[in-house]
């Protein structure tokens, strides 16, 4: 009579074949990519880049608060540094850099920066929404100077410039800074006093043909725009600042500030921006 297979000869084999169906299995997972995977999710929108333009009498360290507040918040940010030289020359140099980022685009610019965004804005898809920081939203024909008279208001600016010479100038053309005398009145009132003399030393100069160049037509006609109104503002009026944005159909938020709104209040611009990127 046959002897009967011993029952426990198979316990080892179908603990053999389990192991071998986890490793396939294993394998197989492994070897999907993440994109097969449905999690029935939408993919998250990545977040705008911001691009911070300055004005004149300054330079790009302005945005250093805001900067470092977008940055905890994931946004990539670019401080763009604006050359100065006049105003097509100055949006066209925006353009340009512009031109080199993917994605959409969340433009920001302080002063005379608002009439370049206001230029190198155009044409280009990706810039999804504009901010004026305390800035010149300039209409077609438009020049700086104009702009100064718009709703009645006054800036006392051109009363106290130090004008200098630069090579390769345009006849007719040099560089203007602000009297240190009067930069923190005009400027950064609302600044503490060290910080403001070190401004007025380090200054930028911006060549004054910039005050009588003309605007193209403005990218705010065709694009969604936010407006900062600085209510302290001496370089600036503030009645030009409110005239332009309703102008330019401007979510308008307005600070008790200087024309240095960025430095003085950046939570308060940087939340301003945040809406404009969402």
């Known amino acids: 009579m046959p002897t009967p297979p011993a029952r426990g000869r198979r316990r080892p084999m179908r603990i053999a074949l389990a192991l071998a169906g986890a490793a396939v299995l294993t394998a197989v997972s492994v070897a999907l990519p993440a994109a097969a995977v449905d999690t029935g999710r939408p993919a998250p929108t990545p977040k705008p880049t911001v691009v911070l333009v300055h004005g004149a ?64 804005a155009t044409g280009n898809p990706n810039v999804v929404s504009l901010v004026y920081v305390a800035a010149y939203a300039l209409d077609a024909g438009e020049r700086l100077i104009d702009a100064n008279e718009l709703g009645g208001g006054h800036s006392s600016l051109g009363e106290h410039l130090v004008i200098r010479p630069y090579p390769g100038a345009p006849e007719g053309d040099a560089d203007g800074y602000i009297d240190p005398a009067f930069f923190r009145e005009l400027f950064a009132a609302d600044l503490p006093k060290k910080q403001v003399a070190v401004m007025a030393a380090s200054q930028r100069p911006a060549a004054l043909q910039a005050l009588f160049t003309p605007s193209g037509e403005p990218a705010w006609k065709e694009i969604p725009s936010w407006f900062v109104v600085a209510s302290q503002d001496h370089t600036i009026p503030p ?15 307005e600070i008790d500030s200087s024309h240095v709104v960025m430095m003085s209040h950046p939570g308060e611009v940087v939340d301003v921006i945040l809406d404009a990127a969402e």
């Open 239 to 253: 009645e030009a600042e409110r005239a332009m944005a309703v102008r330019a159909g401007s979510t308008t938020v």
């Open 57 to 120: 009498f300054a330079d790009s360290s302005g945005w250093n608060d805001v900067i470092e507040r977008l940055q905890k918040r994931g946004y990539p940010v670019l401080a763009a540094s604006n050359p100065l030289r006049g105003l097509a020359a100055d949006a066209e140099y925006v353009k340009s850099i512009l031109a080199t980022i993917e994605g959409p685009i969340v433009l920001v610019g302080h002063s005379y920066g608002g009439a370049v965004i206001t230029n190198a």
